[in-house]
C-alpha cells in the first residue's frame, strides 16, 4: 500500500474481530459500496462540465454498484441476510475535515472531494488487502483480492482529477495533510466489525 502512503497499517487481529460476524462485516461492506456509489453521482452533479470526470465517474458508480451486488449475492449465498444501512464514522470524520478544509471556492471543494473520496478508496483497499491476506476463508481471500485491485484504480481516479483540475492548488501539499489526518483518525479505529471499524 506504499503506493497510497497510508501511515498507518491495519493490525491483522481486526481480521479477527471482522470474522467472528461475517454477517455483520458483509452488511457493512454492501452499505460502504453503496455510498462509494452514490457518491460518485454527487460528484457529477456537481461537476457536470468535466466530460471526462463525469465518463469516470459513470464508470466508477456503475463498478461500485456491481460491488454491492456481488456483496449481496455473497450474503444470500451464505444464507444470511442484508442488515440496514450502518452509520460510517470514519468517513463522517473525514467528511467534517473536507467541509473545514475547504475555503468557500469551487476548486477548493472539488480537490477536497476529489482527496475525501481518494482517502476512503485507499483505507478500504488496504482493509480488503488485509482481509485477503489473513481471513481464514478462501472464497472471500479471493474475494476481497479482487475487489482490493478495483479500489485501488478507484482511488487513482479521484487523484488524478484533483491534479488535473485543481488549478492554483498544491494537491500534493493537500494530500500529505489529508493523510496526516487520516492517520489520527484511523488510530481509534480497529476494532470494530466494519470496513472502516
Not at 471482522?18 to 454477517?23: F, K, P
Not at 444464507?79 to 478544509?101: F, H, I, N, P, W
Not at 472471500?140 to 479521484?158: C, G, I, N, P
Not at 470494530?192 to 471499524?197: F, L, M, P, S, V
Request: charged fraction near 30%; include cysteine; charge should be negative.
Amino acid at each position: 500500500m506504499s503506493m497510497m502512503r497510508l501511515q498507518l497499517p491495519t493490525d491483522p487481529r481486526w481480521v479477527d474481530i471482522a470474522y467472528e460476524n461475517i454477517e455483520e462485516i458483509l452488511t457493512d461492506h454492501a452499505w460502504c459500496e453503496q455510498k462509494a456509489a452514490s457518491n460518485a453521482i454527487t460528484i457529477i452533479t456537481i461537476n457536470s462540465e468535466y466530460q471526462d470526470l463525469v465518463t469516470d465517474m459513470l464508470r466508477v458508480a456503475k463498478e461500485e454498484i456491481d460491488h454491492f451486488e456481488q456483496v449481496h449475492e455473497m450474503i444470500k449465498k451464505r444464507g444470511l441476510t442484508l442488515g440496514r444501512e450502518r452509520k460510517d464514522d470514519y468517513v463522517g470524520e473525514l467528511a467534517k475535515y473536507m467541509k473545514q478544509q475547504n475555503n468557500g471556492s469551487r476548486v477548493s471543494g472539488f480537490v477536497e472531494r476529489m482527496l475525501f473520496s481518494a482517502m476512503i478508496e485507499a483505507r478500504s483497499c488496504e482493509r480488503f488487502k488485509v482481509l485477503s491476506e489473513h481471513i481464514p476463508d478462501p472464497e472471500l481471500a479471493a474475494f476481497y483480492r479482487e475487489l482490493m485491485e478495483s479500489e485501488a484504480q478507484h482511488y487513482t481516479t479521484f487523484i488524478h482529477y484533483a491534479r488535473k483540475y485543481g488549478q492554483g492548488i498544491d494537491v500534493e501539499k493537500r494530500w500529505r495533510e489529508w493523510l496526516d489526518y487520516e492517520a489520527s483518525v484511523i488510530a481509534n479505529y480497529g476494532t470494530k466489525q466494519a470496513i472502516h471499524g
